[in-house]
């Protein structure tokens, strides 16, 4: 089964950088597609960034980008989301997923909290 575990969450100020990974089961980031989600409290899970299996190309929300980049490590099996100039709307928890070629986003991790503070 796909594997999906969330690390690097936590308590920043305003304006700070944090470094979310996610460490994925065997040879999954070769064949999905990646992503990071975040929820919000009292808010809908919303698309932050995402990243194509083949060819590397990647895909950002709005309101990230130009501060927010999604990247993988084939050696560690690793995702990450390179956060900057965090602000306090970026408050939520902030889960990995992986959708299989061509398909939604079916696998999840069980998130990491990041909360920014004014």
């Known amino acids: 089964q796909v594997q999906l575990v969330e690390s690097g969450g936590g308590l920043v100020q305003a304006g700070g950088s944090l470094r979310l990974s996610c460490t994925t089961s065997g040879r999954t980031l070769y064949n999905y597609d990646m992503g990071w989600f975040r929820r919000a409290p009292g808010k809908e899970r919303e698309f932050v960034a995402s990243i194509r299996w083949n060819v590397g190309i990647t895909d950002y929300a709005q309101s990230v980008k130009g501060r927010f980049t999604i990247s993988r490590d084939y050696v560690k099996n690793t995702m990450y989301l390179q956060m900057n100039s965090l602000k306090a709307e970026d408050t939520a928890v902030y889960y990995c997923?992986?959708?299989?070629?061509?398909?939604?986003?079916?696998?999840w991790g069980q998130g990491t909290q990041v909360t920014v503070s004014s």
């Open positions: 997923a992986a959708a299989p070629k061509g398909c939604d986003f079916d696998y």
